[in-house]
């Protein structure tokens, strides 16, 4: 079930029975045009529709403006009722339904009209509507306008009976939907509460019932209910059913005594529910999912075959953070056009939940190709176990390639996001930003691992794969072999110094960057340090064995490294400063919390020799911004120092 936060109160309507009537509106005359209620328009002028509706013997008439106004137009005493491009005429009833509608054209050169329901058909100057509906609207979407002489609109059809006086007295009142499944088969019914239209397919109506605590539950109608519902319409109690059930789905079957719709909910209450992650409890039966209208992002699909089945798989994380694979059965019951399937992609999918012989099926409304992801979204409002594709062109920076483990460094190298809090805060702006980091995991796949190595340039939306490690080390469990852009040429890449004497550390989980410090041992351990003679702060070291052997006898020595920073521990969130573009901690963290995986010795230098005794004669803090700051700004700095010998360093550093 779904909770509404806002409750909907219920209430019921009694109607009468209607007899089948035909009302007519003549527009050709000034007799007619005088007996619906309209002004007769003077010579070379009209009378407008869209701001004047009228009712005609239980028939309202009512207009929408397109290219110019819906009128009735006077050309030297000839009258025609004039609809332009995109404008639209409206006809509908409060009680009973409309059978019938037949459009006479004054001039079949523009006749061109579109019925929103039911069945339109035009034979010369005359169009022809059928169908059972409440309100029917024909749009004009031709050049010029449509000009029509007369409509004769047919209405009849049964109402609803009032609910306290059935047309039973001992016909059984049913007041829930959740009630359905425990009526014998064979039970005839009166619902006594009003439900609205989840969703409707030929003779199929979805519909939800909202309790006074604002929970959601869900039904089908099987059956021809003599009415077309527009979604989020509510049907009046006093309808009657027969409950039947069919392969182990509840239905209400031989609908009847169904009445226009009371109002109109808003989009909220008919949107699918999203449970993108949890395709795996919506899959088990015993959660009762059925009926329900969901949205799954992420999901990779099988090829459908001819009957319309196929399968929808997730990849999804459990309680203990392991992921694992989850599967649901799929039927094209509505006839969708179906996507050509690749599976490598990811996908979309809307549709209703079923059971059929005790296994859960979805009947897709849609079925759309993921458009993908940008790096930044993905890296901090992704979820583990998220399939995700990558929107961004991504930079190669460097492979690692081990017995547990084969990774390629990509970064966006993007300085500057669009950030949108229009819906939240109503407003949308560029915010200076730092470049993001994540490793392409190729696990045991050489393949796919030679090609990102031999690769610099990643083409976008080709990068697919499995988030995971999310709040520690960020990697993309790769499903596919992204496409290489050979005719690109790698751009500079920004890749941040971190000088262990005077920074604090920013560097983002699997962020490829230099550090700079004084290698030592410590209790038989390799650290990078701070100065020497204070060893404040240390960083744990994982190296190849060829660095290790290259810097086992320079122990006390300055050294510049190109790394690759990993995180043991995640931090928490300063969500204070959305979109933060880096994890936050307290000061006695930042260093410990990191270890090294030194990539290649940049610099090397005996302490003497070193230039870190030069003295820093002017220290400015730049935010993301812009904004310049003799004093720390919260969150990410970069740090311009100015030194005795007229030397400048930038660095960058989190301040809490």
Not at 168 to 190: C, R, V, Y
Request: proline fraction near 4%.
């Amino acid at each position: 079930m779904k909770r509404f936060f806002s409750i909907f109160l219920m209430a019921f309507l009694a109607f009468s029975v209607l007899q089948a009537a035909e009302v007519t509106f003549d527009f050709s005359t000034a007799e007619g045009i005088t007996a619906m209620g309209y002004a007769v328009p003077a010579q070379s002028a009209g009378t407008n529709l869209s701001s004047n509706p009228v009712t005609v013997n239980g028939v309202t008439l009512s207009a929408t403006d397109g290219a110019t106004e819906t009128r009735i137009w006077n050309s030297q005493g000839s009258y025609t009722l004039r609809i332009y491009v995109d404008g639209s005429i409206t006809f509908s009833v409060a009680e009973g339904s409309i059978t019938g509608i037949t459009v006479n054209a004054a001039n079949t050169a523009n006749f061109d009209l579109l019925a929103d329901v039911g069945e339109y058909a035009v034979t010369g100057a005359t169009g022809s509507w059928t169908g059972n509906a409440a309100a029917v609207t024909f749009t004009h979407f031709g050049s010029k306008n449509a000009q029509v002489a007369t409509i004769t609109v047919t209405t009849g059809g049964e109402g609803p009976v009032d609910p306290e006086d059935p047309i039973d007295p001992n016909i059984f009142k049913l007041d829930s939907i959740q009630h359905l499944a425990a009526l014998e088969d064979g039970t005839a019914f009166q619902f006594t509460s009003d439900v609205y239209v989840n969703y409707q397919w030929d003779n199929y109506l979805w519909v939800m019932q909202l309790d006074e605590e604002g929970e959601a539950f869900a039904g089908l109608i099987y059956g021809e209910t003599g009415k077309e519902y527009p979604l989020g319409a509510v049907i009046p109690a006093g309808w009657t059913a027969v409950k039947k059930t069919y392969q182990g789905l509840a239905e209400a079957c031989e609908p009847a005594h169904f009445a226009n719709p009371k109002n109109i909910l808003d989009e909220e209450y008919y949107s699918a529910f999203d449970v993108t992650g949890y395709l795996s409890y919506i899959a088990d039966p015993e959660e009762g999912w059925e009926n329900y209208k969901v949205r799954l992002d992420g999901i990779h699909l099988s090829e459908i075959d001819e009957r319309g089945n196929f399968t929808l798989t997730s990849i999804e994380t459990d309680e203990d953070g392991l992921t694992h694979e989850a599967s649901m059965a799929g039927f094209n019951k509505f006839g969708i056009e179906y996507p050509e399937v690749d599976g490598t992609e990811v996908y979309t999918v809307e549709g209703m939940v079923t059971i059929y012989k005790g296994t859960m099926e979805l009947y897709p409304i849609s079925i759309t190709a993921n458009p993908g992801t940008r790096l930044w979204k993905v890296l901090y409002e992704g979820e583990d176990g998220m399939t995700c594709k990558i929107t961004d062109t991504l930079y190669v920076a460097a492979t690692a390639s081990t017995e547990d483990a084969k990774l390629v460094f990509v970064t966006d190298n993007v300085d500057e996001i669009y950030y949108d809090t229009y819906a939240e805060w109503g407003y949308a702006e560029w915010l200076a930003w730092y470049p993001d980091w994540i490793a392409l995991d190729c696990t045991d796949n050489e393949e796919i691992f030679d090609a990102l190595a031999n690769a610099e340039v990643l083409k976008p939306g080709t990068i697919k794969g499995t988030l995971a490690d999310k709040d520690t080390n960020p990697r993309l469990i790769m499903n596919s072999t992204p496409v290489a852009l050979d005719d690109v040429e790698l751009p500079t890449l920004t890749l941040f110094q971190y000088n262990l004497n005077t920074d604090y550390i920013g560097a983002m989980g699997n962020e490829v960057g230099r550090a700079d410090g004084y290698f030592f041992y410590r209790d038989g351990k390799p650290y990078l340090c701070s100065e020497q003679d204070t060893v404040m702060v240390k960083l744990s070291f994982d190296y190849a064995p060829e660095m290790e052997a290259e810097m086992a006898d320079k122990e006390g020595f300055n050294y510049g490294l190109l790394c690759v920073f990993t995180i043991d521990e995640a931090w928490s969130i300063d969500e204070s400063n959305a979109p933060m573009q880096r994890i936050q901690a307290t000061d006695e963290d930042y260093f410990t919390n990191y270890t090294l995986h030194p990539l290649a010795i940049i610099s090397c230098a005996a302490v003497e020799e070193t230039s870190y005794s030069k003295q820093a004669v002017d220290v400015k803090y730049v935010n993301p911004a812009g904004v310049t700051s003799k004093t720390p700004h919260d969150g990410v700095n970069i740090v311009v120092t100015t030194h005795s010998d007229g030397s400048r360093t930038t660095t960058k550093r989190l301040n809490k």
